[in-house]
């Protein structure tokens, strides 16, 4: 069974920093793109980070410069540094892998005060 579980979200304020870490479990995700999206209340879920095997990087406009995301092929996990977080990153972020993005976590609220 594929299963990919967040932790490390959390309540903080602006300009705090949060580090969120994502283990997949079932199936060896070494090959494939991981990512995270997130969801804020009343909006559509958004691409916020990925990275490829290779270690290439990809990242939203919002998050440019804040965030860093960093995988660990061996142990499955991909890891979401947030810092200089804003009101505008609270959502609940999500996990995600596969080249098409098949494979979700649950995710993980993540709320920034003003």
């Known amino acids: 069974q594929v299963q990919l579980v967040e932790s490390g979200g959390g309540l903080v304020q602006t300009g705090d920093s949060l580090r969120l870490s994502c283990a997949a479990s079932g199936r060896t995700f070494g090959t494939y793109p991981m990512g995270w999206f997130r969801q804020a209340p009343g909006k559509e879920r958004e691409f916020v980070s990925a990275?490829?095997?290779?270690?290439?990087?990809f990242y939203a406009d919002s998050v440019k410069g804040r965030f860093t995301i960093s995988r660990d092929n061996a142990k499955n996990t991909v890891s979401l540094q947030m810092n200089s977080l804003k009101p505008e990153d609270t959502a609940v972020y999500y996990c995600a892998a596969g080249e098409e993005w098949q494979y979700w976590g649950q995710g993980t609220q993540v709320t920034v005060s003003s």
């Open positions: 990275i490829r095997r290779s270690g290439s990087t």
